[in-house]
């Protein structure tokens, strides 16, 4: 995926810092309650599967951006051996994919969900996901409530950071959300070291979903809705008020 070209290398210190990490503990919590080998789709830089491979479990992912997995390479390089040995992961459509093993969970994670653009790729996602689970397994999606409070059409500042080499990094974001469930995403990542400013521009589209469609595609490929949570301290979504996340837990039926 191009539009993590030139910014890969920053994705954990703009979202570290945007104290966008909250959903990791949360994450294992569920991973320990559903069991493992597990399949992260969307893995990117193994934000997600190393903390869930430092809990004791084994983790596969896949993603289609040739940097970010480069990012996760050389942090796989810097792990303990025991930890590094648990996880794998291969350059792959989550639209069209098949491991080759069975998983008893897969998550994916950050809203990676919207990235795919219509109900019809995202049925194909789920279609592949049932595939590769265990007759039993888990899917765990997070992805954003939809807002229609949210500010939008103007850029604001989202986060200013230092990553690990010193760097200044500076994220700012503007949305509109459009017809057809269309959510237009702008970044400037301002990127400042030793006297120079680097500026990264991205536009990109995600096609979100409401709390009824994702229960009725889940169930069109035959998964049995458990949970949907709120927010990652495990408060249940409620349709009568704004939501942080909808973080939705199926079972392969």
């Known amino acids: 995926m191009n539009m993590y070209r030139e910014w890969a290398e920053f994705y954990d210190a703009l979202y570290e810092g945007q104290g966008q990490s909250r959903d990791i503990p949360f994450l294992v919590n569920l991973v320990k309650k559903y069991g493992g080998p597990v399949l992260e789709c969307a893995c990117g830089t193994g934000r997600v599967m190393i903390p869930i491979a430092k809990a004791g479990f084994e983790i ?5 951006s040739d940097d970010m997995l480069r990012v996760l390479e050389k942090k796989l390089s810097m792990l303990p051996e025991k930890v590094r040995r648990k996880i794998t992961y291969e350059k792959k459509d989550m639209r069209n994919f098949d491991i080759g093993k069975k998983f008893k969970t897969c998550i994916i994670a950050f809203s990676s969900l919207y990235h795919l653009k219509s109900d019809n790729e995202i049925r194909q996602f789920l279609h592949c996901v049932r595939r590769n689970l265990e007759g039993n397994g888990t899917l765990i999606i997070d992805v954003f409530d939809f807002n229609p409070r949210l500010e939008q059409g103007k850029f604001i500042l989202q986060v200013r950071t230092k990553d690990q080499k010193g760097r200044t990094i500076s994220k700012y974001a503007k949305t509109v959300f459009g017809r057809n469930q269309v959510n237009d995403c702008w970044f400037r990542i301002a990127v400042e070291e ?12 995600l096609h979100y979903l409401l709390y009824d469609q994702m229960w009725k595609l889940l169930e069109s490929e035959k998964f ?30």
């Open 224 to 253: 049995r809705v458990l949970k949907v949570y709120g927010n990652y301290n495990s408060e249940p979504y409620s349709t009568r008020k704004q939501n942080e996340k909808m973080i939705f837990v199926a079972k392969k039926i």
């Open 60 to 64: 596969h992912g896949i993603d289609t």
């Open 194 to 205: 030793k006297g120079k400013r680097k500026v990264i521009h991205r536009k990109f589209k």
